[in-house]
């Protein structure tokens, strides 16, 4: 069975600041793996995916994540953060058992953008 | 093109009633999902479904929750007798195919709140 663990279930960061979101995940077989950002009160948004190939994986709203199979992570990181970040972010991996997608979430990160 | 619609947006019922959420995929998708975000945890899978057809019902609870997706009309997630502990977030999510990496589209949710 898979898991995904979320290290911090809130952060703050300052406006202009490096937001770094830790993901860990463990699965018996290649994963893919995704963030998804959620805004009060709304469904889940793909922010970014990885499947197979290049382990940096650009993703929507200038955020990125780089797939690290020796130390299973999958951090999500932007260079520079704006107000408009302010949500929660969800880490997922997904496998298939039997050919379709069973999707794991972690249990959240809830970041703050102090301006 | 709309979206993964969920309907109703709120939901409040007396502990007793029935709880019936309904989801309508994309246009395209026969793959739906239905996931339980409880307050302050991520989404737990529930039951992957295809039309007339539950592939996969690990996630839902034994008694009094059940799920259909019949070949006409939005897929139902009915919840029987309801109690205190079903309030929480549900959310319906669509694919075109089963396959991991298919994009998992979401819906807003139905917000559940038992008295």
């Known amino acids: 069975a898979q898991s995904v663990t979320q290290l911090g279930s809130h952060v703050s960061v300052s406006e202009g600041a490096l937001v770094l979101l830790r993901c860990n995940y463990s699965s018996s077989v290649p994963p893919y793996l995704f963030w998804y950002v959620q805004y009060p009160n709304q469904g889940l948004q793909l922010l970014l995916k990885y499947t197979t190939g290049a382990t ?22 932007k260079p520079s953060a704006h107000m408009s970040d302010a949500a929660e972010y969800f880490c997922a991996v997904s496998v298939s058992p039997g050919g379709y997608q069973k999707v794991t979430f ?8 102090i301006p | ?97 089963g396959t991991s990496y298919n994009e998992q589209f979401f819906g807003p949710g139905t917000r559940l709140t038992v008295l």
């Open chain 1, 56 to 77: 940096l994986v650009k993703g929507i709203n200038g955020f990125e994540a780089e797939f690290k199979k020796s130390e299973t992570s999958f951090h999500l990181t």
């Open chain 1, 106 to 113: 972690g249990t959240g990160t809830k970041l703050q953008v």
């Open chain 2, 1 to 97: 093109n709309a979206g993964v619609m969920q309907n109703p947006r709120h939901l409040v019922r007396r502990r007793g009633q029935e709880a019936r959420l309904r989801c309508s995929p994309m246009k395209g998708h026969s793959h739906v999902y239905w996931y339980r975000q409880l307050p302050e945890e991520g989404l737990k899978f529930m039951v992957y479904l295809q039309k007339e057809n539950i592939i996969d019902e690990s996630g839902m609870p034994k008694e009094r929750f059940s799920a259909e997706f019949p070949k006409e009309g939005p897929s139902i997630l009915r919840i029987q007798q309801v109690v205190r502990g079903d309030s929480a977030a549900y959310f319906c999510a669509s694919s075109r195919l």
